[in-house]
């Protein structure tokens, strides 16, 4: 990339209409990389305790590996990779003394200074790359309705209300390995942005839609319109929400630095 240029960043999590809160969400910045980010959204699920504890594991993995990881000589996949394995380890350990099975999806994007991303899920949490306000690249979600689009049987809209929808075909905490499906992509360019959420949020809004509000919006706007739009659709049937948004944008200073550069985030209520 020939001009440099900045990331801003926010979070947003709500319970929905849930009486507790499994979801967990960050943006982590490398502490001694600049323009290095972690995001991490992870959807935990077996009841109140067991959700949480899984989600939680999920993150605690995600910080500990991130704390560690050299964007100069480690395999940034390879890191996200290692981050899944390991937070399901230790979630399948959670459940020999836990009341009930803890579950979690993950979805993972880690930004290097360079400008190359990467991302990893595992689930029905999603990230979504947006650019000039269309879709670029989505991932595909581990469930039972995306087999039936995948294999021509459903619409993606039939898939939204499928009675089924919800049932997931790999994620953390099962007695299978997690599927751990990566994506990389060489070169984030300005206009260019990065959504994970898990779905809470994306099953209500079309690709179109996402793509329209965070080209518009700010991303601390962004979560916020798209949590309270989200919560408003759910005619009190939500679940809990999560998400983050980070864009990438020019800096027109006349630094020369291509490298990322500084970087705020908000949390939304």
Same mark, same amino acid.
């Given at each position: 990339?020939?001009?440099?240029?900045?990331?801003?960043?926010?979070?947003g999590i709500h319970k929905g209409d849930r009486d507790y809160q499994q979801d967990q969400v960050v943006v982590l910045s490398h502490p001694r990389h600049?323009?290095?980010?972690?995001?991490?959204?992870?959807?935990?699920?077996?009841?109140?305790?067991?959700?949480?504890?899984?989600?939680?594991?999920?993150?605690?993995?995600?910080?500990? &590996?991130?704390? #560690?990881?050299?964007?100069? =000589?480690?395999?940034? @996949?390879? +890191?996200? %990779?290692?981050?899944?394995?390991?937070?399901?380890?230790?979630?399948?350990?959670?459940?020999?003394?836990?009341?009930?099975?803890?579950?979690?999806?993950?979805?993972?994007?880690?930004?290097?200074?360079?400008?190359?991303?990467?991302?990893?899920?595992?689930?029905?949490?999603?990230?979504?790359?947006?650019?000039?306000?269309? &879709?670029?690249? #989505?991932?595909?979600?581990? =469930?039972?309705?995306? @087999?039936? +689009?995948? %294999?021509?049987?459903l619409t993606e809209a039939e898939a939204l209300v499928h009675p089924h929808a919800n049932i997931l075909v790999g994620c953390l905490g099962t007695e299978?390995?997690?599927?751990?499906?990566?994506?990389?992509?060489?070169?984030?360019?300005?206009?260019?942005?990065?959504?994970?959420?898990?779905?809470?949020?994306?099953?209500?809004?079309?690709?179109?839609?996402?793509?329209?509000?965070?080209?518009?919006?700010?991303?601390?706007?962004?979560?916020?319109?798209?949590?309270?739009?989200?919560?408003?659709?759910?005619?009190?049937?939500?679940?809990?929400?999560?998400?983050?948004?980070?864009?990438?944008?020019?800096?027109?200073?006349?630094?020369?630095?291509?490298?990322?550069?500084?970087?705020?985030?908000?949390?939304?209520?």
């Amino acid at each position: 990339m020939s001009k440099a240029f900045r990331l801003t960043a926010s979070t947003g999590i709500h319970k929905g209409d849930r009486d507790y809160q499994q979801d967990q969400v960050v943006v982590l910045s490398h502490p001694r990389h600049n323009g290095c980010v972690l995001a991490v959204v992870a959807d935990g699920m077996g009841g109140r305790s067991g959700g949480r504890k899984a989600s939680d594991q999920v993150m605690m993995t995600a910080r500990q &590996l991130f704390e #560690r990881y050299d964007p100069d =000589s480690d395999d940034p @996949a390879a +890191v996200l %990779r290692n981050m899944v394995q390991e937070a399901h380890i230790v979630i399948r350990l959670t459940a020999i003394t836990a009341e009930q099975e803890p579950h979690s999806t993950v979805a993972a994007f880690l930004i290097n200074p360079r400008g190359d991303c990467h991302w990893v899920h595992a689930g029905d949490s999603r990230i979504y790359h947006f650019s000039g306000g269309r &879709l670029l690249q #989505r991932t595909s979600d581990h =469930s039972y309705v995306q @087999a039936l +689009v995948d %294999r021509g049987e459903l619409t993606e809209a039939e898939a939204l209300v499928h009675p089924h929808a919800n049932i997931l075909v790999g994620c953390l905490g099962t007695e299978s390995d997690p599927p751990i499906a990566g994506y990389t992509i060489a070169q984030l360019q300005p206009g260019d942005v990065l959504l994970a959420c898990s779905d809470g949020v994306w099953h209500y809004f079309s690709p179109s839609e996402l793509a329209s509000v965070l080209e518009s919006l700010t991303p601390r706007e962004a979560t916020e319109f798209l949590i309270e739009k989200a919560r408003a659709r759910a005619r009190g049937a939500g679940d809990n929400l999560s998400l983050v948004v980070v864009k990438i944008e020019p800096l027109y200073d006349g630094k020369k630095d291509a490298r990322l550069a500084a970087w705020g985030s908000a949390q939304t209520p």
